[in-house]
């Protein structure tokens, strides 16, 4: 929960540690994305955009359920999924070339 900040530096300070604290989770989510490239069989299986759109209404939802703003919410996962689809088409094609070998 936030609280309220006095000066700037505080609310810097605050935004810093959440930094510091999301890119961990994103850290985390990205060796389960990992994981998630050898189970697909193809780069369709990777873009999945009904899973996409799944996790979307999902997050949007969450963000109405702890008071965050739904449209900032999408913004920030559609870039977030986009990237981390690119590295996981990256490793499936590294994964692919290394079983043909």
């Known amino acids: 929960m936030a609280v309220t900040c006095t000066t700037l530096e505080e609310v810097r ?9 999301i890119v961990s989770l994103l850290a985390e989510r990205g060796h389960y994305v990992s994981q998630a490239a050898r189970f697909k069989k193809d780069t369709d299986g ?9 996790v979307i209404s999902k997050v949007r939802d969450l963000s ?3 008071g965050a703003n739904p449209d900032v919410t999408e913004q920030v996962y559609r870039a977030m999924i986009a990237a981390f689809i690119q590295q996981e088409l990256v490793e499936h ?5 290394h079983q043909t070998t």
């Not at 935004?15 to 604290?21: K, T």
């Not at 990777?46 to 799944?54: D, G, H, L, S, T």
Request: proline share 4%.
């Open 64 to 66: 109405h359920t702890v």
């Open 13 to 21: 300070s605050n935004i810093d540690r959440l930094d510091q604290q």
């Open 93 to 97: 094609a590294a994964l692919a070339s």
């Open 46 to 54: 990777i873009k999945a955009p009904q899973r996409v759109e799944q």
